[in-house]
């Protein structure tokens, strides 16, 4: 893997065999690997691109099974080859470009400038297509994160115990406890979720508090999707829900043990509840909250396998992927140098201008490989451009 003799040693795994080989090694001279050497000289050997050489790291760091088969595609090459043939692609374009420049006289086919324009302007697309992924490999890698939203005292802090199953929030009868952000990770159906419980939405007084919902609202903007909590017996808790429409929102009737006993809001509320939670259903029951919303018990656990199904297919709806996705700020960064440089080269009016932007998104692209050498490739396609001759 290295692109290195290597000597391998089938030993005894006690720690006094381990240590004593290990000793004899050092006295002939050698040393273990420092972190990461191994890669590092599987790379400088050719064996491995910079994205292979991050997978590996990913691999390492993997916590869900979604997190290792991506960077078991990195792994694969399928990121390093997309950003190669882009590279390819560029290369020959600048050949071309150079060709202009530098033999204004020969024969060139005709139109060439507006060919070049045109392959760049397909590669800009691509490269903006590529972009615009939601950041769903970064996502992958770094955790997805779900808000848990919703009025004071609906059973948010419950509802993440109880899908954490630890003590990871404080809940408490008083409305406005949870002040600040309690964030756990968890693996939902292989797929690394943040899920943040958030300081009650309503207006405060209270300075602390309202920097509490403050921060509640970033993050359930920032959050990739939302469960809005509400208690059951007061539907009308769900109409604040309005305020974050889409499919991302998933409402959630809360205490639902506590209904079919105690219907405890008044008819009133009971009407605006019903509208609020759509269908218009008349009469509040358990079936009525079930036609719009997930109704759960964080106290009992009923409801909560079924959200944590919905919430999972949501993900996984979300993330699944054919093409290879970006999986690092790094990659993406070069990527929008990349497309800014050709975009440039598009409205230079410099044909000299508009080579070196072809050149310099070469670079930005050879940066994530860590391979591409502009010099040598197009030493490479000018002796097959046979100008000259
Ligand atoms: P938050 O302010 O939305 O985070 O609400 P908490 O999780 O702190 O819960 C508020 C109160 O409701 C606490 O006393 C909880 O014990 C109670 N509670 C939460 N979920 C349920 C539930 O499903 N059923 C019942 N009966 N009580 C609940």
Redesign the pocket.
């Known amino acids: 893997m290295t692109g290195e003799d290597v000597a391998e040693l089938h030993l005894h795994g006690s720690r006094a065999v381990l240590a004593a080989v290990v000793e004899a090694l050092r006295r002939l001279g050698l040393r273990l690997a420092e972190p990461g050497e191994f890669t590092r000289r599987a790379f400088l050997n050719g064996k491995l691109d910079l994205t292979q050489a991050e997978a590996v790291a990913d691999l390492v760091a993997a916590e869900t099974e979604a997190q290792r088969r991506q960077a078991l595609r990195q792994l694969d090459g399928e990121l390093g080859s997309l950003y190669r043939d882009w590279g390819r692609r560029l290369t020959h374009l600048l050949a071309h470009l150079e060709a202009v420049i530098d033999f204004p006289d020969e024969d060139l086919p005709p139109a060439i400038e507006d060919r070049i324009s045109a392959e760049t302007s397909v590669l800009v697309a691509e490269i903006d297509r590529h972009l615009a992924d939601g950041r769903r490999g970064e996502r992958l890698r770094d955790g997805i994160s779900v808000a848990i939203i919703?009025?004071?005292?609906?059973?948010?802090?419950?509802?993440l115990?109880r899908i954490a199953r630890r003590d990871a929030?404080?809940?408490?009868?008083i409305?406005?406890?949870?002040r600040d952000i309690v964030e756990v990770a968890i693996d939902l159906a292989g797929y690394p979720v943040l899920l943040g419980?958030t300081a009650?939405l309503r207006d405060s007084e209270d300075a602390i508090e309202q920097e509490g919902l403050r921060r509640a609202l970033r993050r359930a903007e920032e959050a990739e999707i939302r469960l809005f909590?509400f208690d059951a017996r007061y539907p009308a808790g769900a109409q604040s829900a309005a305020a974050w429409p889409g499919p991302d929102t998933i409402l959630v009737a809360?205490?639902?043990?506590?209904v079919s006993t105690i219907p405890l809001c008044t008819p009133g509320e009971r009407g605006k509840g019903a509208a609020a939670i759509g269908k218009g259903a008349q009469s509040f029951n358990r079936d009525g909250i079930r036609q719009s919303s997930f109704p759960?018990?964080?106290?009992?656990g009923e409801g909560i396998d079924a959200l944590l199904a919905a919430l999972g297919e949501r993900v996984a709806r979300n993330y699944r992927s054919e093409a290879p996705v970006l999986t690092r700020a790094r990659h993406r960064h070069a990527l929008e140098e990349a497309a800014s440089s050709l975009s440039r080269s598009l409205t230079a009016n410099l044909t000299e201008l508009r080579g070196e932007d072809l050149r310099l998104a070469l670079r930005s692209l050879g940066h994530i490989t860590g391979t591409v050498d502009v010099e040598e490739l197009l030493d490479v396609i000018f002796r097959d451009f046979c100008i000259g001759k």
Request: no cysteine; glycine share 12%.
């Open positions: 919703g009025p004071p005292n609906a059973g948010k802090s419950s509802l115990n929030a404080i809940t408490s009868p409305a406005g406890t949870t419980d009650g909590v809360n205490k639902i043990d506590l759960i018990s964080a106290l009992t």
